[in-house]
């Protein structure tokens, strides 16, 4: 399990709809277990990802948990 984070200047619903896209069915295939303004959450393969959006006054921070899919989460916040 890893647990990474970086600064962005996305909304947080363009930093959430990315995820959809990179973790979902139409990317990597993962379950969407979870969905909030703030926050979205995979499941599949015995792993998992969950991706949070912290807004603070000038940029925001994406914080992303995950286990199996290290490669892959690190691949998304490059992205970013």
């Given amino acids: 399990m890893i647990r990474i984070a970086k600064e962005t200047p996305l909304r947080p619903e363009q930093v959430i709809d990315r995820a959809v896209k990179y973790f979902g069915e139409g990317g990597e295939g993962l379950v969407q277990t979870e969905r909030n303004p703030c926050c979205v959450s995979f499941q599949g393969g015995g792993g998992y990802v969950s991706v949070t959006v912290v807004d603070e006054d000038q940029h925001r921070v994406v914080d992303l948990e995950t286990r199996e899919y290290e490669y892959q ?6 992205k970013l």
Wanted: charged share 50%; glycine share 0%.
């Fill in 73 to 78: 989460a690190k691949r998304f916040l490059e």
